[in-house]
């Protein structure tokens, strides 16, 4: 499995057809760190026993700094039992049938150490240039598949003034 950049219109782009695109829980969630003026925050991503396709990350910053945002793979942590302001909750309209996620996200996580750890992904928030007056907002566009029963860790770090950060990914948990 790899990632599959979206077009301009989000539809994704293949070279053969997935059989089992749709198949799983969808679920979304959120977090917002306020008043950040310096330093890192993070967001701990711990999956389950089942695959997890990333299909939609946001990241959004507003105020007087820049953000960069970092995606690691097996860092050592001391775990955050912390939730997210919005825990990954599940697409299903109908109140009652949506299964709770096998993945927990957790945020403020310590001990962090990123020796062992893989960067997967990199992106900066350029607030301090002006952005969209004062703000900066950025999609990754792809998706990413996180293997089962595995730590990931956001880190947003600050520089340059105070913003406010916020982080949004839709996902899906499946057997494939």
Same mark, same amino acid.
């Given at each position: 499995?790899?990632?599959?950049?979206?077009?301009?219109?989000?539809?994704?782009?293949?070279?053969?057809?997935?059989?089992?695109?749709?198949?799983?829980?969808?679920? $979304?969630?959120?977090?917002?760190? !306020?008043? /950040? #003026?310096?330093?890192? =925050?993070?967001?701990?991503?711990?999956? &389950?026993?089942?695959?997890?396709?990333?299909?939609?990350?946001?990241?959004?910053?507003?105020?007087?700094?820049?953000?960069?945002?970092?995606?690691?793979?097996?860092? $050592?942590?001391?775990?955050?039992? !912390?939730? /997210? #302001?919005?825990?990954? =909750?599940?697409?299903?309209?109908?109140? &009652?049938?949506?299964?709770?996620?096998?993945?927990?996200?957790?945020?403020?996580?310590?001990?962090?150490?990123?020796?062992?750890?893989?960067?997967?992904?990199?992106?900066?928030?350029?607030?301090?240039?002006?952005?969209?007056?004062?703000?900066?907002?950025?999609?990754?566009?792809?998706?990413?598949?996180?293997?089962?029963?595995?730590?990931?860790?956001?880190?947003?770090?600050?520089?340059?003034?105070?913003?406010?950060?916020?982080?949004?990914?839709?996902?899906?948990?499946?057997?494939?």
């Amino acid at each position: 499995m790899g990632l599959y950049p979206f077009s301009i219109g989000q539809v994704r782009q293949t070279p053969y057809i997935l059989q089992f695109i749709g198949e799983g829980q969808v679920y $979304t969630t959120f977090h917002e760190f !306020t008043g /950040v #003026s310096s330093g890192s =925050r993070y967001i701990q991503i711990t999956t &389950g026993a089942r695959i997890v396709h990333v299909f939609n990350s946001i990241y959004k910053s507003a105020g007087g700094g820049d953000v960069q945002v970092s995606y690691y793979e097996g860092a $050592t942590i001391t775990p955050s039992v !912390t939730p /997210v #302001s919005l825990p990954p =909750r599940g697409f299903e309209r109908r109140i &009652g049938n949506s299964a709770p996620a096998l993945t927990t996200i957790t945020h403020t996580p310590t001990g962090i150490s990123l020796g062992s750890a893989t960067l997967i992904y990199r992106t900066k928030l350029y607030n301090s240039g002006g952005g969209q007056g004062g703000s900066e907002f950025n999609s990754d566009n792809l998706e990413r598949i996180l293997a089962p029963n595995t730590t990931y860790l956001l880190e947003f770090t600050v520089s340059g003034g105070t913003v406010d950060i916020s982080w949004n990914m839709d996902f899906y948990e499946s057997e494939n």
